[in-house]
């Protein structure tokens, strides 16, 4: 009678290790989701454009912060004016999509046609892969009410200076030594090249941003304060007229206030003649360098795409 009983358990215990086991297998190998269910799963897709692979470039992915994809819609956050409040925070609608077989296909509104090979790198990571320009992005995934908006625009404050066609002076404080600043009434932080060019006007009173002449041309740098979003170090290289040095100090999407180390002088500037991006492409009045498109500068070395297209030819 023993031996039965435990011939018994052992039987019982064996069947009921072989139904956990094959609970897990269900569990483990059962059916991914939908390439539209995976891009449905977070709010936005933030652009690490430092982290993009191969030599070509997809003008909509080089200029956007953000993507959302929302049955069948694509939108962007494409400029920093606006960002975290414009198209209640996942930007203006440029385009659309059709998601199948792994395959991203992007009609976008003005560039037309794309399509990518989609993998997906981890939990909240693909890869956009162009087999057209052998060119793959990498986006990571948000939930809108986690997104750091505050910490994406402070990282790329420069670019909201370039938002505008010049910055007009509003404001001086009747405090601060008279310096040779206090006579510059507009500034103008260019697109293109190294995203560091400058111009300067001592106009008065222009209604027309594109009948300011511009008296100075010269290198700006945007450096970080420890603990700070919204205020930054700005320097403007005035060449012979040495360096002026200001602490930059965001106010609103359209009004900056600088503070001027040497005479202790405050003055505001407000944006004139706001562009909104939606390409890499020239927007006709905005000025820049030799004609190069904004677009979202690649910090690290471009190195080669070890990813191979699965196209057929």
């Given amino acids: 009678m023993k031996t039965i009983k435990l011939l018994l358990g052992f039987m019982l215990s064996a069947t009921m290790l072989t139904s956990c086991y094959t609970e897990q297998v269900i569990v483990d190998n059962g059916p991914s989701i939908s390439l539209d269910q995976l891009l449905h799963s977070y709010d936005l897709w933030y652009v690490d454009v430092n982290r993009t692979q191969g030599y070509g470039e997809t003008p909509f992915l080089q200029i956007a912060f953000t993507l959302t994809f929302d049955r069948g819609v694509v939108y962007a956050n494409n400029n920093l004016v606006g960002f975290g409040s414009q198209g209640n925070g996942f930007g203006v609608e440029i385009g659309t999509y059709n998601a199948y077989d792994m395959i991203l296909d992007i009609n976008h509104v003005i560039d037309g046609y794309n399509s ?14 162009n087999p057209f320009n052998d060119t793959s992005y990498f986006l990571d ?41 206090d006579n510059e009434n507009y500034l103008q932080f260019l697109a293109g090249g190294n995203d560091s060019t400058f111009r300067s006007s001592q106009d008065v009173n222009i209604n027309n941003t594109n009948n300011i002449f511009w008296d100075y041309t010269g290198i700006y740098g945007v450096g970080n304060i420890n603990g700070s979003l ?36 405050v003055y505001e500037f407000e944006g004139r003649g706001y562009t909104a991006f939606y390409r890499g492409s020239n927007v006709e009045g905005k000025s820049n360098i030799e004609g190069e498109p904004k677009k979202r500068k690649q910090r690290t070395p471009k190195v080669d795409n070890p990813r191979e297209s699965k196209r057929h030819s």
């Fill in 141 to 181: 995934g948000y939930q809108r009410s986690t997104f750091d908006y505050d910490l994406v625009f402070s990282e790329n404050i420069h670019y909201f200076l370039q938002e505008y066609e010049a910055w007009e002076k509003v404001y001086t404080s009747n405090f601060g030594a008279l310096n040779e600043f």
């Fill in 230 to 265: 919204y205020t930054k170090n700005l320097t403007l290289d005035y060449d012979f007229l040495g360096n002026e040095f200001f602490e930059m100090t965001v106010i609103n999407d359209g009004t900056i206030e600088l503070f001027h180390a040497n005479s202790g002088t």
């Fill in 116 to 129: 990518f090979d989609v993998y997906q790198i981890d939990n909240n990571t693909i890869e956009l892969y």
